[in-house]
Nanobody
Framework: QVQLVESGGGLVQPGGSLRLSCAAS????????MGWYRQAPGKQRDLVAT???????TYADSVKGRFTISRENAKNTVYLQMNSLRPEDTAVYYC????????WGQGTQVTVSS
C-alpha cells in the first residue's frame, strides 16, 4: 500500500519561495513516476508537475518557469521547489504516483498572501 507524507508548506508573501517534500513508501520508488498535485478551495485537484523514473519532468503551464520538481531515489523522496509564488498558487499540495494511486496523503497547505 502506498503511503505518502507531504511537508514544507506554509504562509508566504507573493514573490516568495517554498520547498515541499514528499516521502513515499510501499512502492519501488526508483521505478515509479511521481507527481505533485494541488487542490484550491472549491476546485478540483490538478496535476502540477511530474517526475518520471527516467528523469524527465513536465509542468502545468501555470507553473512553468517558477516550479521545479526533483527526486532523491535513495531517500524515496520527491521535492517541489516553488519560486515567485502568486496568490493563485494557494492550495493544498499533494504528491502521488503518476498516474495517481488511490492512496493520498494529508497534503501540505500553501498560502500565498500579503
Amino acid at each position: 500500500q502506498v503511503q505518502l507524507v507531504e511537508s514544507g508548506g506554509g504562509l508566504v508573501q507573493p514573490g516568495g519561495s517554498l520547498r515541499l517534500s514528499c516521502a513515499a513508501s510501499g512502492i519501488i520508488f526508483r521505478l515509479t513516476d511521481m507527481g505533485w498535485y494541488r487542490q484550491a478551495p472549491g476546485k478540483q485537484r490538478d496535476l502540477v508537475a511530474t517526475s518520471a523514473r527516467g528523469g524527465s519532468t513536465t509542468y502545468a503551464d501555470s507553473v512553468k518557469g517558477r516550479f521545479t520538481i526533483s527526486r532523491e531515489n535513495a531517500k524515496n523522496t520527491v521535492y517541489l521547489q516553488m519560486n515567485s509564488l502568486r496568490p493563485e498558487d494557494t492550495a493544498v499540495y499533494y504528491c502521488n504516483t503518476y498516474f495517481p494511486s488511490g492512496s493520498w496523503g494529508q497534503g501540505t497547505q500553501v498560502t500565498v498572501s500579503s
